[in-house]
């Protein structure tokens, strides 16, 4: 063991030189360790195999753009065609429902139909009056008039009637007592089983041993 300094020997486990009173420690070398060389992983190179295509020989199919569909199906908005916004023609146009104007409402025809017992019907269609009154199997009626006979003079379905234009019409049934027009100014007239009958506002109409009056 050498002091760094002057050179002298020292014995062993000497902290200073007895010569130069240097430490011994600060002057001692301090062994320097290098790290061993850590082995790299071994890496397995694998050959493609052999059957496989070269990579030139594949194709690039090019993505597809999702199709678009639209409805052939549009409305018309007040009186606007709007088939100029798609490729192809609506396959149809579907129409606003109409409503009936306030002229065409107050311009519909109705007439009272009053019977003997006071009560009144306001009509403006066809329709049935008698005890029971049933249309056929392929009639439609808007109106069944009812009628209370104990004595059974008015038959089930005995008189039709019909609203056309400005004009009231009425037919017999086939009644088992028959119907009689009675109009103003008029001689009363027996009326013919399905036959038409115009009448005029005023007219009364005799049924069974009942009657009613049109104004």
């Known amino acids: ?26 002057t001692q070398a301090i062994p320097v360790v290098k ?6 992983p071994a890496v397995e190179v694998t050959s493609a195999p052999a059957d496989l295509p070269p990579a030139e020989s ?19 908005i007040e009186g606007v065609d709007l088939s100029e916004l798609f490729e192809e023609p609506p396959a149809r146009v579907v129409e606003a429902p109409r409503f009936a104007t306030e002229n065409e409402l107050t311009s519909m025809v109705s007439f009272t139909v009053t019977l003997g017992t006071g009560e009144s019907v306001e009509i403006t269609r066809s329709g049935l009056l008698g005890r029971m009154p049933t249309p056929a199997e392929d009639e439609e009626f808007e109106h069944l008039i009812v009628v209370s006979d104990p004595g059974r003079s008015v038959s089930k379905t005995h008189l039709e009637f019909g609203v056309e234009g400005n004009e009231l019409w009425i037919s017999d049934r086939k009644s088992g007592n028959g119907t009689i027009i009675r109009e103003p100014g008029v001689v009363p007239r027996r009326a013919q089983p399905g036959t ?10 005799d049924f069974g041993d009942l009657h009613l009056t049109i104004s």
């Open 196 to 205: 038409h009958y115009t009448v005029v506002r005023g007219t009364r109409v």
């Open 1 to 26: 063991m050498v002091c760094e300094v002057c050179q002298s020997a020292l014995p062993d486990g000497a902290l200073f030189c007895g010569e130069c009173g240097s430490s011994v420690s600060r």
């Open 58 to 76: 594949f194709t690039t199919v090019p993505a597809q753009e999702p199709e678009t569909t639209s409805t052939n199906i549009i409305e018309q």
């Open 35 to 40: 790290p061993e060389p850590v082995a790299e």
